[in-house]
């Protein structure tokens, strides 16, 4: 199947910094990726939806600001926590629909701590 | 809008005994059905699907589920749990049509398979 990378898998940062996410599709051309939110034991939380060189979409309650999304190529979208707190420490996963529009993909996840 | 129930948050099983881990979902139009994995710090792992045709789906590592129409269920099933099988189980939904592609989660199943 179709494999979707992570990078990085776990990031620690002081509070207040910013820190990237990174999400590419490796084997496909991704037209719509998505970002989820994963506290534990919980389900996904989608945060927001975007679409090669586009604005993202962003769920109710999500801070646009707060967490800037950029999908600048069919392969690669980033995810940038801006001004972090400890909050904002959870489990970030991606996902990406290429191919057929039912297939979705997901990456392994990155671990956000923030301290 | 569409939703997804999962009414267990545990469910426990001898090795070897069949599980069923039970999913309940509500969307317009025909729905897309799915059934993805989770181990502890990963990504979830796509174990199955159900888009059209036969109501029994197989999928990954011996799982399968019944799409049931008439009961909105999409159980998961295998005849034989082994240890190895216990994660963290989600169901997901999107709708067949119209401009939503994003899945819409269960709240996940946490399975324990006792030796």
């Known amino acids: 199947g179709a494999v979707v990378s992570q990078h990085p898998s776990r990031v620690i940062c002081k509070s207040g910094t910013s820190v990237k996410i990174e999400c590419r599709s490796l084997?496909?051309?991704?037209?719509?990726m998505f970002w989820y939110r994963q506290f534990p034991k919980q389900s996904l939380m989608l945060m927001a939806t975007s679409n090669e060189g586009s604005k993202a979409t962003y769920e109710q309650g999500v801070e646009k600001d707060k967490f800037l999304i950029n999908h600048a190529s069919l392969t690669l979208s980033t995810l940038t926590v801006t001004s972090a707190h400890p909050e904002d420490s959870s489990f970030y996963i991606c996902?990406?629909?290429?191919?057929?529009?039912?297939?979705?993909?997901f990456g392994p996840g990155t671990r956000l701590t923030v301290t | 809008a569409q939703s997804v129930a999962q009414p267990e948050d545990q469910v426990n099983v001898a090795e070897g005994n069949p599980l069923t881990v039970k999913c309940t979902y509500s969307v317009s139009g025909n729905p897309y059905l799915f059934w993805y994995v989770q181990y502890p710090n990963r990504g979830l792992q796509f174990l199955l699907k159900y888009i059209t045709g036969d109501n029994l789906v197989k999928g990954s590592y011996g799982f399968e589920a019944e799409f049931n129409k008439s009961q909105t269920s999409f159980h998961l099933k295998k005849p034989s749990a082994l240890v190895s099988d216990s994660a963290l189980y989600f169901c997901a939904v999107r709708a067949g049509s119209g401009s939503a592609r994003q899945l819409t989660f269960g709240s996940g199943t946490q399975l324990t398979v006792l030796p």
């Open positions: 084997d496909f051309q991704a037209t719509t």
């Open positions: 996902s990406a629909i290429g191919g057929a529009i039912y297939e979705q993909y």
